[in-house]
């Protein structure tokens, strides 16, 4: 397995050791990967859908969910190089009903390699993404907070239209009230925050490629993913 180098990448230009900063400590959910230079594979685009995640605690031990296996691991603070090395790293066998599941676990298993070195960067807020990173170019993205399910959204409907689009992005959301709306880059920068939500969004100066757009409700976060042409 090609060498794995782990990267904390936090939006902001102020970086501390992981000592002073636990925002690694925290639940993450899967955003996206990204295969050695190739194109991201959203998780919205596993069908039927999933919800990764993983837990990482104070004594950096940590475990998550796949698509139908757990996982569990260890990693270990190296000060003198200012690294993280997988220590452990374990995961259940249970066959998934779905092809589309066992391919999404073979691809995000493949990025854990035990006595991997890890480098990170945490900045100053703490709140964005997580981005592992290898210096191949794969790609793991986690987001801080859940993403809606089909089974949460039952009783809701959020859309947004035409996806791809060139200029204006539209909004249908139906049975919950959003609160805010922040449209993030694919590297995570914040590229907008509206707290007066309206039915269009004019994207007309953002360059072409993927997107997120983060609406907050009172029953919680959901993400859609558009393409800016």
Known sequence: MKKLAVILV???????SF?????IIDDWYLLYTQGDLGDPQSVFDVDPPISPYM???????FEGFAACNSFDGKFIYDDVN????????????EPCNFASHTLFENSYFGYFGLGEPYEYFLNSNGELHMEFTTISGFEI???PE???????????YISIYPNPTYNILNLSIEGVSPQTIRLFSMSGQLLLFE???KPSIDISALSPGIYFLDINTEVGPMVKKFIKK
Do not use: K, M, R
């Open 10 to 16: 936090f939006l902001g230009t102020c970086f501390w």
């Open 19 to 23: 000592a002073q900063d636990p925002a």
């Open 55 to 61: 837990i990482i605690h104070q004594d950096l031990t």
């Open 82 to 93: 200012d690294l993280l090395v997988l220590d452990s790293f374990d995961h259940s066998n």
């Open 141 to 143: 993205v986690y987001w």
């Open 146 to 156: 859940p993403i809606l399910s089909n089974e949460d959204l039952s009783e809701t």
């Open 195 to 197: 707290s007066d939500i």
